[in-house]
Every structure is written in C-alpha cells, then in structure tokens.
C-alpha cells in the first residue's frame, strides 16, 4: 500500500476529477491535494467550492501543456503521486475540432509524465477510457491487452497518451499506471454529456435528442464507484500495468432515457430521434476481472439506485445548471487566480 500524503490532481474541476478529490478528502485524514486545472469550458469552480479555504486543498490555476506551469509546480511541491483526469472529453467537439485534443491528452501527459521523472515522483496515475479499444461486438468485452482500435479522434487521443505512458515506462521507468473506465455518470456532470442533457432537458420539458436510432450500448459507472477505484489503483496496483474498470450495466441508449423519464414522470413523447455521430461506436463492453481478482474491486451502485441518486441531485441543483446556461460559473474566477 503506498502512504500518500502530498497528491497533484490534474483537471479537478472537471466532472470525475472534482468527485475524487472529495472522495480522497472524506477518505483520508492528513491527506493534502493540490488541483492544477485550466478552466477550460469543463472547469467549474462550483463543483469545488465548499472545499475553498481548507487547508487540505490548494487550487492552481494552470495548464498540463505548458512546461513552465507543471514545472513550478513541482520545484514547489514533492508529490507522493499524481492522477491525470486533464483532457478535453467531448466526443462530438473532437469530431468538429481535434485540435485542443491533441495538445492537452498527449502533449499534456507527456508534460506531466517528464515532470513526474525529472522529480521522482513514486507513481503518475493516467485516467484513460474504454472507448480506446473501439467498438465491440457482443458477446465480446475488451481486455487490457487487446488491440486499441479507437475511432474518433478523441478516443485516438486517450489512446496515444496510453502509449505514450507504456513507452515512459519501457523506456524510462516511469512509475506510471493506467485505469480505462467506462460511461460515468453522477453528480457534477457537465450538462453536454447525455445524462445531463437528458435530466436538464426533460426537467424543463424540452425535446431530448437521440442520436441515431438510440441503439448504441455503452456501460454506465457510477462515478463513486469509479472513485473507490482509482483509489484502489493509486494505492495498490502494480505499475506499468492498465485496469478496466466497468458499471457491469450495458444498456442501449434509447432505453436509459426512458428509463430517466420514467423517473421524472415525463413522457417518452420527447424524445426526437436525430443525425447520428459520424464514426458513432455502437457498443463498449469492458472485461473487469483483473481489477476484481487483483484489487477486490466491483462496481456497488446499480443503474437504478445511481440514475434516481443523479436525478434527485439534478433536481436540487437547478441552480448549478442555470449558472453554466447562462455563463456565470466562472465568473470572477478567471481573474481571481490568474
Ligand atoms: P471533464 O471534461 O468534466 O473535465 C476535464 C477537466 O480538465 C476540466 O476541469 C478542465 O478545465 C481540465 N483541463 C482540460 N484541459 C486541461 C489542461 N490542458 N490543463 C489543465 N486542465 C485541463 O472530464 P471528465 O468527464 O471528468 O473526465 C476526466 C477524465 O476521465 C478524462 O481524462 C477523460 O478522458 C476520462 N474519462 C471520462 C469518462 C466519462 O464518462 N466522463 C469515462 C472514461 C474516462
Ligand atoms: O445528446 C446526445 N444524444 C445522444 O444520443 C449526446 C450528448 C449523446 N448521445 C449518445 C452518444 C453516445 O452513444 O449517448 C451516448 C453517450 O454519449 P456521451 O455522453 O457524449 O458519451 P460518450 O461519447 O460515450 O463518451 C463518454 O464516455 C467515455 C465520455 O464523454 C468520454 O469522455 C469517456 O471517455
């Protein structure tokens, strides 16, 4: 088991990134985490703000890409370990521009991944994703060692940063590890994933877009789920290795927004069907049994409990949505730290 005590969190304003750092903090007693994020679009202050002034968290405004903010940073601080969630995560922006992609999920991490060598730091968590493995035909689930076949330019993205931390470790010794995880879902979800377009959207009546025919199945994980994973990993797995981590709940799409609306006692009359994705996988399935024989892990939460947990929280925090509508959860932030 490593001691962690000084933690780098990277991109902890976003939706899993801010859920793990308040995971790690109701955790760990003694424990102080330090949260270098750029604000992009995803960043948002609020999803944070009840742990502004503590003293075991420190937010720094920077970006993985630039040498001289990630090398500041760690000429300040000895971390006993450093968890990647930076990146830009949005399939359907990386089909209208690859750009950003490509600079903050592979020359971000190989910023970090320098970092993490010049300074020794024991191990660099790399927080990568199922959709590197492509789509898979039923009854097939991807396996850590299967081929990586990803399909959008986002998904080729994850996929480079992974080899890129393979080649670190053959080549450098770099201490890293790398958890592939599929579909989250929870609290804090940035409201242009299909969850939250779903619950935001239904819960003022508006029409909810389906992609396609809405046949697309992908495996949804409750982000707490995914949290008490990546702790395990971060603590216990072995380096230079990657782990699935998967919900172990497969459903098309069509039938996890019936399923929303069911809850929200709305009709299915408002859901439109629409332009599919261009590349648009048709299904992620992760095989998990290395993380469950390894490290005891399994998913708890099951889609019913975590989709009514995710509702009644979008339900009491209208206010969050209305602040990203109408551009105001930034506001101040920018200027105040930087
Ligand atoms: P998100 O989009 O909600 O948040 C990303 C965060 O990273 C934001 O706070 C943003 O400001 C920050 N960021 C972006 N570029 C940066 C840069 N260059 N420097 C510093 N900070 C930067 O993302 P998320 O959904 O929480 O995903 C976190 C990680 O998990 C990502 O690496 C993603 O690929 C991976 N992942 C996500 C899912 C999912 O379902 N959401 C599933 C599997 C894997
Ligand atoms: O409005 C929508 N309508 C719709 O039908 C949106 C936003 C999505 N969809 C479909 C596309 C997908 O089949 O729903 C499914 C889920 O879409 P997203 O929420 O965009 O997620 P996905 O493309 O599966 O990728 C997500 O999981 C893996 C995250 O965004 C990635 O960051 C993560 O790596």
């Not at 399923?259 to 599919?276: A, E, G, H, N, P």
């Not at 469950?292 to 206010?319: A, F, H, M």
């Amino acid at each position: 088991m490593r001691l962690i005590r000084k933690l780098l969190i990277t991109g902890g304003l976003g939706f899993i990134g801010s859920n793990f750092i308040r995971y790690e903090l109701k955790n760990y007693d003694g424990l102080k985490i330090f949260n270098l994020d750029k604000l992009t679009y995803a960043g948002n202050p609020l999803n944070l703000k009840d742990l502004e002034g503590r003293g075991s968290y420190v937010f720094v405004r920077g970006d993985i890409c630039k040498d001289s903010d990630v090398m500041a940073l760690f000429k300040k601080e000895k971390f006993d370990a450093v968890v990647n969630f930076a990146a830009e995560t949005h399939v359907d922006r990386s089909i209208l521009d690859a750009k950003p992609f490509i600079k903050s999920n592979i020359s971000g991490v190989q910023v970090l991944l320098e970092a993490v060598q010049k300074f020794g730091t024991p191990v660099f968590l790399q927080i990568s994703t199922d959709e590197v493995y492509g789509s898979v035909p039923p009854p097939k689930k991807s396996k850590e060692d299967d081929a990586l076949l990803p399909n959008s330019p986002y998904a080729a993205s994850k996929a480079s940063a992974d080899l890129l931390c393979r080649a670190y470790f053959v080549t450098h010794k770099t201490p890293i590890i790398v958890t592939r995880s599929s579909n989250n879902y929870g609290p804090f979800q940035f409201p242009e994933k299909f969850v939250p377009v779903v619950i935001s959207r239904a819960m003022e009546d508006k029409p909810i877009p389906v992609y396609g025919k809405g046949i697309n199945v992908r495996d949804w994980l409750f982000v707490e789920d995914n949290c008490r994973a990546i702790d395990l990993v971060l603590r216990k797995g072995r380096l230079g290795e990657v782990y699935n981590i998967g919900g172990a709940n497969e459903l098309r799409n069509i039938d996890l927004v019936k399923q929303i609306l069911k809850i929200l006692k709305k009709s299915d009359d408002l859901i439109i069907f629409v332009k599919d994705r261009p590349g648009h996988d048709l299904r992620y399935a992760l095989n998990c049994q290395k993380i469950q024989t390894e490290l005891g892990w399994k998913p708890c939460v099951n889609l019913s409990d975590g989709i009514s947990t995710t509702v009644e929280w979008y339900k009491r925090n209208k206010q969050w949505i209305k602040a990203i509508e109408k551009g105001t959860y930034q506001a101040n932030y920018k200027t105040k730290t930087k």
